[in-house]
């Protein structure tokens, strides 16, 4: 008997071998590494033996690199290769390059006078500056730093001076999002307080190290006090839910600005705070690893489990698989679809873990290097292998290295889905790096 298969019958069985041919050639297009293109350009040379290790300080947008180096019996910093003017001391811990990466500011020392040299022009001088103590706003326009006269300490935004105080908190300068609003923590007597837009707030026995925050639409402010032997967080001048302690710097407000988050001491423990609702007791939070999605819905952090030693994410409050040790992280995607974080296997590895994967373990992960492209498909990091150190992309290892740097503030930063750069090193030499894929 013979079987006749009419035109229509071929046709659709030919057609859908096609469509099966494209669903398959189009998956392994997307399973495989992204071609890379990659470009150097030499950045600046250092002669380690005159670098001031602690004046070293890498721009926001990581294209330039200022540092302090010594010159015969004067100091001077350097920007890019290129020296500025030598002082008798160049003060550390004040080098800030602005947030739009065009400025340069730093304290300096000269003939027991003290002042700040911002974009080469010399400021006002004083008795001295407090350490550490200076801010760019956001939008780069004013700086604000502090200064000591007739043994007493002062703000001073753009050469205007604030009232004197017994002291002013350290790091505690923080600009509005806006750069409109100036916060600071103060001092009069055994008493502290908070200064918002030249208002003094109510004092307090102690204020919690750096936890003043605006919200992100620069309407709300909140900070950690002591009252007594309880801590709390004020929100708009009213104190929250007393504790036994506030961690420092974990003070958190959403990106939409209706969300308030911070690790809390409860006795020996420590839990975190969401919304008012305190989190089960954890042996420790990693310091700095409090973090919002950008939609302001999901939040997570690293804990350490007292029984078993071991650091895991708490993604929304359910925690993740355990691990030895906390490496970086986590960090959300921009789409706030994807968290990624970096934790150690043991003693000798380390690996990076991106939507509960792990990738492969390297010898070192590089903290502070874990990046998102800005349509959160791209996942690029620093590890360090047996050639050196790579940014891995999407699984995929660069160019090997002697180190990637991260010092000083230096980043992965993606310019484009499909395009980023970062600092490297090798021997003497810096070089912008730019990576091209597709």
């Known amino acids: 008997m013979t079987t006749l298969t009419t035109r229509p019958a071929i046709f659709l069985t030919l057609l859908t071998l096609l469509m099966l041919f494209c669903r398959v050639t189009a998956r392994a297009v997307e399973n495989q ?126 050469d205007t001076e604030q009232p004197p105080y017994t002291a002013i908190v350290a790091e505690s300068l923080t600009f ?19 200064v918002v837009d030249g208002q003094e707030g109510p004092r307090y026995d102690a204020l919690v190290g750096d936890s003043l925050r605006f919200s992100p639409d620069s ?52 839990v975190v705070v969401v919304d008012g609702q305190a989190s089960k007791p954890y042996k420790g939070i990693a310091a700095g690893s409090l973090v919002f999605s950008a939609d302001s819905q999901h939040i997570a952090y690293a804990a350490n489990d007292e029984e078993e030693d071991t650091w895991f994410v708490v993604l929304d409050g359910q925690a993740g698989k355990p691990y030895e040790a906390w490496v970086t992280g986590p960090v959300f995607s921009p789409d706030s679809q994807r968290l990624a974080y970096a934790a150690a296997v043991d003693e000798a590895k380390q690996m990076v873990v991106v939507d509960g994967r792990e990738s492969k373990a390297y010898n070192g992960i590089k903290v502070g290097l874990l990046a998102f492209s800005p349509d959160s498909r791209h996942l690029a990091y620093g590890a360090q292998g047996d050639k050196g150190w790579v940014v891995v992309l999407d699984d995929q290892e660069g160019k090997p290295y002697e180190n990637l740097l991260s010092l000083g503030g230096g980043k992965i930063v993606f310019d484009a889905p499909d395009r980023f750069h970062y600092l490297a090193t090798r021997g003497q030499d810096i070089y912008v790096v730019q990576e091209q894929f597709k």
């Open 33 to 158: 590494p992204p071609q890379r293109n990659v470009t150097e350009k030499r950045l600046v040379q250092i002669d380690f033996s005159r670098l001031i290790p602690e004046l070293f300080a890498v721009s926001p947008d990581s294209q330039h690199v200022a540092y302090g180096a010594r010159a015969e019996q004067k100091q001077v910093v350097i920007v890019d290769g290129q020296a500025g003017k030598p002082y008798q001391a160049i003060l550390g811990g004040t080098l800030h390059f602005s947030p739009d990466s065009k400025r340069l500011a730093y304290g300096v020392q000269q003939d027991r006078q003290s002042f700040l040299v911002v974009d080469g022009k010399v400021s006002k001088p004083y008795a001295a500056l407090g350490a550490g103590a200076l801010r760019f706003s956001p939008d780069s326009q004013r700086v604000a730093y502090v200064v000591v006269t007739d043994a007493r300490m002062r703000v001073v935004v753009n």
């Open 176 to 194: 509005s999002p806006n750069g409109q609003r100036l916060a600071y923590g103060a001092a009069v007597g055994t008493q502290m307080f908070v």
């Open 219 to 270: 309407q709300h402010f909140a900070y950690g006090a002591r009252q007594g032997q309880q801590w709390s967080i004020v929100l708009d001048g009213q104190p929250g839910q007393l504790y036994d302690g506030i961690g420092a710097g974990s003070l958190a407000l959403s990106p939409n600005g209706q969300r308030l988050a911070y690790v809390a001491q409860v006795g020996k423990q420590q």
